[in-house]
């Protein structure tokens, strides 16, 4: 037995000595959970980095993390956008788990210098090109219109994206129009993601985790859409101790409360928010009622509510829980007995369960419930309208990721939705019931998808990413399909510099049909059918990523260009609402769109940000069909939101351990837009009721002026005391130098004299925001 056990130790103590090529041959299991260290919230998308063997992953949606390697002594690097780098020393000699507790980036400043997150050597290995990641904690850190921070805002200011111009909140990416963004919410759809006529996003900034951005070279397990991802996740809440947090603004007051449902089992998040412009508008029209020619101010308020549960059920299985909860009232109530609501808003529920097999097999699956809604009333005296449109979602969805090894990745899955689409809902009549009628016009629709991709690392320096996606719909008797495959690749040219490539092809098969002409966001989502075709797009692009200053900063390139089909119009005088047969007022023709965007960006030191210049064209071209003549003749035009120029530059600086400056600067190029070359006169046979008619050119064959505004921020933190853990007074200024962009032109009538003929019309430029202080009080005990 002592022999034995000599001759164990001795092997032992020789494997140690074995160079590491030798010793390789043994391999381990190191896993563990990333957290947040001032909440304990998991840290999705972190990245665990072994620089010895050029290896690493990504933590997954429940922080979790598997890495594969030879036996024998590392530096393990957990890192986290926002938050201080760690690093462990290990000595791995048997399957192991290894945790981290991130720090944020500010909370430890020491000589107010943040050391680096690791996020910029991040972006340069990953095969992934095209993807912007935002967290809530950046955002809350940039001045915002009426001091009420947006996530979608801030995504406006990386290049490639376009805004739709003053007073919108939707995202045009590439060249691709706002519903040919998927926008998930914890996997879930949101069919409509603005609050206030565009101005502001449905997302609570203190309910989100992170934001991440697909522009192109999109992962095979999303579909459905054209342009963009955009992936909105929960933070989970504080597993360790119950918080609230909140903050009181301008315009609105917010809540989060979150804590432990069971120590070590799970945690909860709830998070509400509203708006009080009704509270000062109704005592306005209130001391006002008894005047005869006044005008009564619109009322209006929105609120969302946010709500997220996790629990684990054993050492294997977790559940999750989200919802959310939102909607928008205006309502116009005048003297004269006209009444007019309008209402509209979202809900979403989702229910994922994540079953860990072993520490390279993981499944999760959901089920989800998304319902977008808007309903117009309208009364005058006797008379009464209601028109009403909504769509509902009915989503079951399976996820399978297996890491074999390191050199592969593999995910696979399932889903598919059942759509309900209640296209037109009237009903109309006189209040005693004499007159009365109505219709529903609703559709139904099931979505399909099967899907495979795999990370596939063949050497050191060369990354590949490869998937397939097969597609489906089905209305009544029609059917459509199509595979969608998807590459990417990586190749590291020196340890700072890498280049990249991706394609993608899309399918869409549901489709915004939107009144140009209403401010209000009536908008229905109609099925592919009949001869309503799904849209499908083709992207490629490729570009650089170049490390520089000692990982300090990065220099992205990249070009791209994008082609698609079967994009949707609408015929002129188009029937738009409560139409049985809206498939004939369609037209269809082709889009292409490309560009170059450069990205400079800074995430070390006191003074951080990035700098973003996007050079694009976009044009869309719908030749003559359908007994029309096409849109603009068949020619070639650009739509509204092609942008020739877009610059962005934000920079966030910290002076004091507790005072940070921050700024923002947009320049664009203007919206293109049609207005009257000139106008002729035409009368009647007598002579009489002279007329001017406008002459119209080729559709958006004009600019309007070109966009651009400065905002400025402070952000103050106050010392803690008995009531507060945390507190701060954040100072904006929207617009600083007030500049007045262009909203709408509209033509003034110019006449000679007071009451003579008109001679001329002048142009004339409408804005609506000009400088705008705010502060807000951010507190959390």
């Known amino acids: 037995?002592?022999?034995?056990?000599?001759?164990?130790?001795?092997?032992?103590?020789?494997?140690?000595?074995?160079?590491?090529?030798?010793?390789a041959q043994a391999r381990y299991t190191l896993t563990g959970l990333v957290r947040a260290a001032n909440n304990a919230e998991a840290l999705p998308g972190a990245t665990i980095s072994v620089p010895a063997l050029g290896l690493g992953a990504t933590t997954g949606e429940d922080g979790t993390y598997s890495l594969s390697?030879?036996?024998?002594?590392?530096?393990?690097?957990?890192?986290?956008?926002?938050?201080?780098?760690?690093?462990?020393?290990?000595?791995?000699?048997?399957?192991?788990?290894?945790?981290?507790?991130?720090?944020?980036?500010?909370?430890q400043l020491g000589e107010v210098v943040i050391e680096g997150s690791g996020t910029l050597e991040q972006k340069l290995q990953t095969t992934q090109m095209s993807v912007e990641r935002l967290t809530a904690r950046e955002a809350k850190l940039l001045p915002a219109l009426f001091g009420e921070v947006d996530i979608l805002k801030t995504l406006q200011?990386?290049?490639?994206?376009?805004?739709?111009g003053e007073g919108t909140s939707g995202l045009f990416v590439r060249g691709g129009s706002a519903d040919q963004n998927l926008v998930l919410l914890d996997d879930a759809l949101v069919y409509n993601?603005?609050?206030?006529?565009?101005?502001?996003?449905?997302?609570?900034?203190?309910?989100?985790?992170?934001?991440?951005?697909?522009?192109?070279?999109?992962?095979?397990?999303?579909?459905?859409?054209?342009?963009?991802?955009?992936?909105?996740?929960?933070?989970?809440?504080?597993?360790?101790?119950?918080?609230?947090?909140g903050g009181l603004g301008l315009i609105s007051s917010r809540l989060t409360l979150e804590g432990p449902l069971q120590k070590g089992k799970g945690a909860f998040l709830i998070s509400g928010r509203r708006t009080y412009f009704d509270v000062f508008t109704r005592q306005i029209n209130r001391l006002n009622e008894d005047d005869p020619d006044y005008n009564p101010i619109p009322d209006y308020y929105f609120y969302d509510f946010n709500a997220k549960a996790n629990y684990k059920l054993g050492d294997k299985d977790e559940v999750f829980l989200t919802g959310y909860l939102g909607n928008d009232k205006f309502g116009f109530n005048s003297q004269n007995g006209f009444n007019f609501d309008f209402n509209w808003g979202n809900t979403v529920a989702s229910l994922r369960w994540n079953h860990v097999f072993n520490p390279r097999l993981f499944l999760n699956t959901s089920a989800s419930l998304t319902k977008y809604r808007y309903q117009i009333s309208n009364k005058l005296d006797q008379f009464a309208f209601n028109l009403s449109s909504d769509i509902r979602d009915l989503t079951l969805r399976s996820d399978l990721d297996y890491t074999p090894n390191n050199r592969?990745?593999?995910?696979?899955?399932?889903?598919?939705?059942?759509?309900?689409?209640?296209?037109?809902?009237?009903?109309?009549?006189?209040?005693?019931?004499?007159?009365?009628f109505g219709s529903d016009i609703t559709y139904n629709g099931t979505e399909a998808a099967l899907y495979a991709s795999d990370i596939y690392k063949p050497s050191e320096k060369l990354q590949l990413e490869y998937g397939l996606r097969l597609s489906g719909f089905q209305s009544g008797s029609d059917?459509?399909?199509?595979?969608?495959?998807?590459?990417?690749?990586?190749?590291?040219?020196?340890?700072?510099l890498s280049v990249k490539g991706s394609y993608a092809l899309m399918y869409q098969y549901v489709h915004l049909v939107t009144n140009t002409g209403a401010s209000l966001p009536t908008d229905i989502w109609y099925p592919s059918r009949k001869s309503v075709q799904p849209q499908r797009?083709?992207?490629?692009?490729?570009?650089?990523?170049?490390?520089?200053?000692?990982?300090?900063?990065?220099?992205?390139?990249?070009?791209?260009?994008?082609?698609?089909?079967?994009?949707?119009?609408?015929?002129?005088?188009?029937?738009?609402?409560?139409?049985?047969d809206l498939d004939a007022e369609f037209l269809f023709g082709r889009g292409w769109a490309y560009g170059n965007e450069v990205y400079l960006e800074k995430k070390q030191g006191r003074t951080t940000g990035w700098i973003g210049y996007t050079l694009a064209w976009s044009k869309r071209q719908f030749p003559p069909q359908r007994g029309t003549s096409g849109i603009n003749n068949g020619k070639p035009f650009y739509p509204t939101y092609d942008r020739r120029h877009n610059l962005t530059v934000v920079g966030l600086h910290q002076l004091t351990e507790r005072l940070s400056l921050t700024g923002s600067f947009v320049y664009t190029t203007g919206n293109a837009t049609t207005l009257p070359a000139g106008r002729f006169a035409v009368q009647d046979v007598f002579g009489d009721d002279l007329a001017a008619v406008p002459i119209y050119p080729d559709r958006n064959s004009y600019r309007l002026a070109p966009y651009h505004r400065l905002d400025l921020g402070v952000v103050w933190k106050l010392k803690p005391n008995r009531w507060f853990l945390e507190s701060d007074l954040t100072f904006s200024a929207y617009n600083a130098y007030n500049r007045r962009n262009p909203y709408f032109v509209y033509f003034d009538q110019v006449r000679s004299g007071e009451d003579g003929p008109v001679t001329s019309y002048r142009a004339r430029q409408v804005s609506l925001f000009p400088v705008i202080p705010a502060v807000t009080y951010n507190f959390k005990f």
Not at 409 to 420: D, E, I, N, S, Y
Not at 479 to 490: F, N, Q, S, T, V
């Open 479 to 496: 059917a459509y399909g199509g595979l969608e495959p998807r590459a990417a690749a990586r190749y590291s040219l020196t340890p700072n």
């Open 69 to 107: 390697l030879p036996a024998g002594r590392y530096q393990v690097v957990a890192s986290f956008i926002g938050y201080e780098s760690q690093s462990r020393d290990i000595n791995l000699t048997r399957n192991q788990r290894l945790a981290f507790q991130l720090p944020e980036a500010g909370n």
């Open 193 to 245: 993601p603005s609050h206030l006529f565009g101005l502001f996003s449905v997302f609570n900034p203190d309910a989100v985790q992170s934001v991440d951005l697909y522009k192109g070279g999109f992962p095979a397990q999303y579909g459905g859409r054209l342009s963009s991802v955009v992936d909105v996740k929960l933070r989970p809440g504080n597993p360790e101790k119950f918080t609230a947090s």
């Open 157 to 164: 200011l990386k290049p490639g994206v376009q805004n739709g």
């Open 408 to 436: 592969h990745t593999l995910r696979f899955g399932v889903t598919a939705t059942q759509h309900r689409f209640g296209t037109g809902r009237l009903q109309a009549g006189s209040q005693d019931g004499s007159v009365n």
């Open 1 to 23: 037995m002592a022999l034995r056990l000599t001759v164990l130790s001795f092997l032992i103590s020789l494997s140690a000595c074995l160079p590491p090529q030798v010793r």
């Open 537 to 580: 797009s083709q992207q490629v692009a490729a570009g650089v990523s170049w490390l520089l200053g000692d990982g300090r900063y990065l220099i992205t390139n990249e070009v791209y260009y994008k082609w698609a089909q079967r994009q949707i119009d609408f015929k002129d005088g188009a029937q738009l609402f409560v139409n049985p």
